[in-house]
């Protein structure tokens, strides 16, 4: 109870710090480093072990580094462990940045949006712009809040950074292309694997603010991707607007606008505080502060 209230005390207050201050900059720095191996490397066999390699590798250095904070005396295992724990998670931070595609300027929305999403957005719309950025923050709800969060709950703070290096390295290397293709095979199924209740966890917080619409969208849509479809259709059901990426899925509804950013943040705290005293709720229920 006191780490989780101090990190999402502290997430609050301060967000996101530089990139050199932040765990997460360097889980990419690791595994940046790890990869230059697989350019030697091209049988798909030898790039799925490489990559499975580099991911337990990873994997156990942050873990041993937790456990060697959680064997440290009373009040700093607590201090350390409050910051450590705000690391795996942010909430003010994926708020910021979908904030500032709240904008008129194609130009700056463009710039904006490319920062969160990895699909081309050069020659988009605006209203496919828009859709990105809400998409992003529906998507992110679970990999940034709801599964780090949901692992504390199960395995306490090393559950919550092997979820963070799990989802980072899926982030980094789990695409379906030439170079990553088999190097980043384990680490996306894994994260499929622990992504797939947290995300349908955030499903059902989403549709309580509008049940009826965000059921027939998840109906519909939440089955295109094993994961991210599900918290996604249901932020487009509860706004009523629609979600495209071209050539790989379009939910019906009006296109969104830039009143709609401002209405999916919204949207965003609401889930995101009603996440908040469910947990509270479970971490009391049980005794465990």
Known sequence: MIVFLGAVLLDLLFGEPQNLLHPVYYIGRIGSFLDKAREKVTNKVLLFVLGMSALIVEALLWLALILL????????????????FKFSFSIRGLYEHVHRCFTDDVEALRKNVSLIVSRDVSKLDKWHLYSAALESLSENLSDAITGPWFYFILLGLPGAWLYRVVNTYDALFGYRNDRYEWFGKFAARMDDALNFIPSRISCFFILLFNPKRALNYVRKYGPVKINATYPMSAFAGVLGVKFEKIGYYSFEGREPTKEDILKGLRLYKYVVLVMFFTMIAFLWRFKLW
């Open 69 to 84: 904070v959680q064997r440290l005396t009373y009040p700093v295992r607590i201090v350390l462990s409050i910051i450590l």
